[in-house]
T-cell receptor
Framework: QKEVEQDPGPLSVPEGAIVSLNCTYS??????FMWYRQYSRKGPELLMY????GNKEDGRFTAQVDKSSKYISLFIRDSQPSDSATYLC?????????????FGQGTILTVHP | EAGVTQSPTHLIKTRGQQATLRCSPI?????VYWYQQALGLGLQFLLW???????NRGNFPPRFSGRQFPNYSSELNVNALELEDSALYLC????????????FGPGTRLLVL
């Protein structure tokens, strides 16, 4: 079983729709949670970073963490064609001894006009 | 602020050869991470360097190695290349201090023939 599970999609939505992307994880030592966006043939770009349960909002993006259920979500409101990309969830354990990020497989999102 | 840079952008090698990939972190970032993104396997952690020392390595054979220079730039070496080493190799850097995340470069696409 993978430590981080993410539905690879693909997910196709019309412009303006609300998009919900999700990841589940099995390692309770994960303390920090990130969402990255990766356009084709580019490196991942950090979108959201949280380290506690609850919601964090940044513009059209809302990240949600539920540590009790080991479940994280990213919501995109008023989705735009420019949001079409692969979205990767990533997690890290606490402390500085283990700096690596563990990634989900990524969800391919297409927003069509 | 300039982002993480990587060179070369593309690299073609034949099986058994050696490849050297380079990374320059964001100015002021002391930690450098290497990840492999192969088709169907997602982003896998390779190596973490901080202050010139290797701090952690992922589940990769010893023919994957690297180093970090005094200016914090880094090099990834892959010896005895195999066909399955074909992938996008991503470098990320992170500033010092707690609650900081990683910022990725555009990657080097390695093709082993």
């Amino acid at each position: 079983q993978k430590e981080v599970e993410q539905d690879p999609g693909p997910l196709s939505v019309p412009e303006g729709a609300i998009v919900s992307l999700n990841c589940t994880y099995s390692n309770s030592a994960f303390q920090y949670f990130m969402w990255y966006r990766q356009y084709s043939r580019k490196g991942p770009e950090l979108l959201m970073y949280t380290y506690s349960s609850g919601n964090k909002e940044d513009g059209r993006f809302t990240a949600q963490v539920d540590k009790s259920s080991k479940y994280i979500s990213l919501f995109i409101r008023d989705s735009q064609p420019s949001d079409s990309a692969t979205y990767l969830c990533a997690m890290k354990t606490g402390g500085t001894s283990y700096g690596k990020l563990t990634f989900g497989q990524g969800t391919i999102l297409t927003v069509h006009p | 602020e300039a982002g993480v840079t990587q060179s070369p952008t593309h690299l073609i090698k034949t099986r058994g050869q050696q490849a050297t990939l380079r990374c320059s972190p964001i100015s002021g970032h002391t930690s450098v991470y290497w990840y492999q993104q192969a088709l169907g396997l997602g982003l896998q952690f390779l190596l973490w360097y901080d202050e010139g020392e290797e701090r952690n390595r992922g589940n990769f054979p010893p023919r994957f190695s690297g180093r970090q220079f005094p200016n914090y730039s880094s090099e990834l070496n892959v010896n005895a290349l195999e066909l399955e080493d074909s992938a996008l190799y991503l470098c990320a850097s992170r500033p010092n201090g707690p609650f900081r995340s990683q910022y990725f470069g555009p990657g080097t696409r390695l093709l082993v023939l």
